[in-house]
């Protein structure tokens, strides 16, 4: 589908870029600008699409870039891009309710503590955490169901219920989230999305755990 507004009449007028996909990331060149090396992290999609969106075109990003990362510290630059995101596209984050499991959401607020003291920000907030968790969840419905399955095998003694929470995410987390309950169904796993998110954060704060404490990005002035 092509951007169909109306642009300025000028001869030396470029073309509209195609938007992307549905399930595609429309900030995967923000990411490329704001975070060195984090491609990979942008491109996961649990419905597979696996395709770059970087044609999108979103806004030029500020002057001041961030250190470049290894690849293998994919949860470090998922997080920075979240709280990114935020910040300049703050009008596209959405609001959306959550289940997600106690002892998950516990975890997930003592990490988000701590990283506000590592990095000296207070304004890091659970919804950039759980955009980041969803934004890098498998690309397969398969490896979903599996990865909730192993979660809930763990907690089958577990009595304690959980309760709806609302979190502002960006646009593909919301996507994600709200499609979730019909592609489960389609894929004879309804009425599981909690396990579905919660496993999914949990693997995302293990693997935060596994990088380490939370630093700001480097500055990078001309």
Do not use: C
């Not at 990979?40 to 999609?45: H, I, Y």
């Not at 500020?62 to 470090?76: E, F, L, N």
């Not at 959401?105 to 506000?116: E, F, G, I, P, T």
Request: proline residues 7%.
């Amino acid at each position: 589908m092509h951007d169909e507004r109306l642009t300025s009449p000028r001869p030396s007028a470029r073309p509209k870029k195609p938007t992307p996909a549905h399930f595609q990331f429309a900030g995967t060149s923000l990411v490329r600008d704001l975070i060195a090396g984090a491609e990979a992290v942008a491109d996961r999609s649990f419905l597979g699409s696996g395709r770059h969106a970087a044609q999108a075109g979103p806004p030029a990003a500020p002057d001041v870039a961030t250190a470049p990362q290894p690849q293998s510290a994919w949860a470090h630059a998922a997080i920075h891009h979240s709280y990114a995101d935020a910040k300049l596209r703050s009008a596209r984050w959405r609001a959306y309710g959550f289940r997600i499991a106690p002892e998950v959401l516990a975890r997930l607020k003592d990490r988000l503590n701590s990283d506000r003291r590592t990095t000296g920000n207070s304004s890091l907030a659970t919804g950039h955490y759980v955009d980041a968790a969803l934004r890098t969840m498998p690309e397969s419905v398969t490896e979903l169901i599996s990865m909730a399955e192993e979660f809930g095998a763990t907690r089958l003694w577990d009595s304690e219920r959980t309760q709806p929470s609302t979190y502002r995410v960006g646009e593909q987390a919301y996507e994600l989230a709200s499609t979730l309950k019909l592609v489960l169904q389609e894929a004879d796993f309804g009425r599981r999305g909690t396990q579905v998110v919660s496993a999914g954060i949990e693997r995302y704060l293990d693997a935060l755990d596994r990088e380490g404490a939370l630093r700001r990005p480097e500055r990078h002035r001309p």
